[in-house]
């Protein structure tokens, strides 16, 4: 299977050509600024010695960081592009693992990310942190070292046997072999790849390195308002189920990104999260007393209320007449909606299926990942109860973890 395999670097733009894990020809280039290197020059080029059209690939491998953004980013978006254009699919991997597969052996890799942090991997575990935290994780006589830092690594563990593996990065030879058994990504169907950094999965949710546990909800309000504001998609932990979540104001790109990871059809609105009653009439909703009254009781809570819009509405609700409403029962999600202001959340899971308990459960059902994954831990599996008060008598619609009974109780006499 034809594979171009495209690695980029603040060091060096690298380009292979591969049947499966066999290396047919490469080119490189380096000591020119990374804004200065024509990357699809360089792939023309390739193409050219080995005798070779773009219409004859049918795969692009990528690696997706960690390391400088912007290379990371130049090579991903170029991936993405030419897979893209040419109708083919995607194949990840990331510098860590692709340095430790270089290796050959257990050793700790390491990518420079800034400001004395670094990313690491060791064994199976991703770190995020100060560098002098990771090289404490550890807890052997000897180790070797692959990529950033690996003489600085030797100066902080003085009583440890640090061996260089000489290794400083990736090579897009290890990731044609790394890469030709995994399934591919299909770009045209909003699964394309995207570059890994300290927000990613991989490193939510394991607290800062070194602390040793979980962190229960894996980053700080500000990490995740940021995240959504940049067009991210969140997993993050809800009063019941594990929610996807983006910004309205981002524009259709998470939308669709988040259709596509829970495959739901797109003619369906998305329920709406508030901070409060507050914000939901400042989206234009009409709260008659009937919601007056389910508020009053049940929120913050599992309740989520259709509610028709009647006042003046932000661009983003255009075209629409009513929206779905709840004010979560969790103090972090609430933090992120005052700070974020409403967003657009829906249940984790694909649609059809039940949300899984957990975040790893989820990860793994969805069809896609999301730019930033938060650990709550355990979460019940029974969605909020959805009532409709945008009818002459509000209707329960969906029966969750707020019984019908109970609904009724507090409406018995309510004038609608």
Known sequence: MLTLAVETSTSTFAVALGDGERVLATRELAGVAPRDRDLPGLVTGLLADAGYAFADLLRVAVDVGPGNLTAVRTGVAYANGLAFALGIGVVTADSLELMAARAGQPVLCLRNAGGGAAYG????????????ALAARVR?????????????????????????TGIAGPDPATLLRLTADRTPLDPTRERAAAPLTETSPLFAGRGEAGEGGAAVHGGDVEKVVAVLRDGGVVLLPTDTVY???????????????????????????????????????????????????????FSPGPLTLALGLTGPAPAWLAGRDEIAVRVPDDAFLLDVLRAAGPLLVTSANLSGHDTPETMGEVLAQLAGQPDLALDGGPRQ????????????????ERVGAVPAERIAEVLEGTQP
């Open 243 to 297: 929610g996807l979540a983006v910004h309205p104001e981002a524009g259709d790109g998470p939308l669709g990104r988040l259709f596509a990871m829970k495959r739901r059809p797109l003619s369906r609105n998305l329920p709406i999260m508030v901070a409060d009653a507050d914000q939901a009439r400042g989206l234009g909703a009409q709260v008659p007393a009937s919601a007056e009254k389910l508020l009053a009781a």
């Open 381 to 396: 599996t029974v969605p909020s109860t959805l009532v409709n008060c945008n009818l002459p008598a509000p209707v329960v």
């Open 121 to 132: 991997r060791l064994g199976p575990d991703y770190l995020h942190g100060p560098l002098a």
């Open 140 to 164: 052997t006589g000897a180790v070797a070292v692959a990529g950033d830092f690996r003489a600085e690594v030797a100066r902080l563990l003085p009583g440890v046997l640090v061996e260089d």
